[in-house]
């Protein structure tokens, strides 16, 4: 087993709701991520996916639990330590349009990660670096120069994952990054986190409601339910031998093709 990078124990994470009650969208989890894996958590809107997501790179504050890279633990890092720590882990959004300033080139939405934190001293080398980004993920270095508004669903798609790669991080995490694409460029995309995965050494958490689409890149999967993981096995086990009810349910729910029928030899017979 390879050592883990990323460890999360006991995560627990509640809203207020009216008349005093409370919605619980963490409650309890604990997982690992090991060095260069793909992690995939499954589960069906509104189970604490994306909230999950959101409490580990920090913008949500979880109300007990741990979550630590390489051993560090976040809570209690602050300046140059925090911002250290928060370079490891970066997020790939669902929506890459709404994520990106529409006035902004894309040259300059790559380069500002690496302004925050202080990355390439000089701005040619920042705009060097944003062109091997840009090759990183399959676009011209024509593209530094243009606005949001100018490109494609996938291409949008592909900026989102070189603005999250521009910080080098360790960890990359994938909230329905693909969910709002075409199949065909679905496929490209997720054969695109592949290849960055075996190219930079990534690990990778994929969050989608999409079964298939995990099934097709994760070597582990994670199915939530309320809050909770209720299973986590390797990708082949989980999808060839679901032992949990609510996995299975997901599993059936995965569109299959049908076989045609072959027709029938015409009869040969008259009336």
């Known amino acids: 087993m390879k050592p883990a990078l990323l460890t999360v124990e006991d995560l627990h994470l509640s809203f207020p709701l009216a008349r005093g009650r409370r919605i619980r969208p963490l409650d309890g989890l604990s997982f690992h991520l090991a060095r260069g ?4 958590i499954a589960g069906e809107s509104g189970c604490g996916k994306s909230t999950l997501a959101r409490a580990l790179m920090g913008f949500y504050r979880p109300e007990r639990g741990h979550i630590r890279i390489d051993g560090q633990e976040r809570s209690g890092l602050k300046g140059k330590d925090l911002l250290h720590w928060q370079r490891k882990m970066q997020m790939v959004f669902q929506d890459p349009l709404t994520s990106l300033d529409p006035r902004q080139t894309i040259g300059d939405a790559l380069m500002e990660p690496m302004d925050i934190h202080g990355l390439h001293a000089h701005r040619e080398a920042r ?7 840009l090759q990183a993920v399959g676009l011209p270095a024509s593209a530094l120069e243009r606005l949001p508004r100018q490109f494609s669903g996938g291409q949008l798609q592909r900026i989102g994952i070189a603005r999250a790669l521009s910080l080098e991080p360790e960890i990359l995490i994938a909230d329905e990054a693909v969910s709002a694409l075409d199949v065909s460029i679905q496929a490209q995309i997720i054969n695109l986190f592949r290849e960055l995965r075996e190219r930079m050494g990534l690990s990778i958490i994929f969050i989608s409601h999409d079964l298939a689409v995990l099934r097709t890149l994760c070597d582990r999967m994670a199915v939530m339910q309320a809050g909770q993981f209720v299973e986590m096995r390797s990708t082949e086990e989980l999808c060839r031998d679901p032992q949990h009810p609510y996995t299975r349910q997901l599993i059936a729910a995965i569109p299959r ?5 072959q027709p029938s030899s015409p009869s040969t017979s008259h009336p």
């Open 37 to 40: 894996e793909i992690l995939g």
């Open 127 to 133: 705009r060097q670096q944003c062109r091997s980004l």
């Open 257 to 261: 093709l049908r076989q045609r029928r």
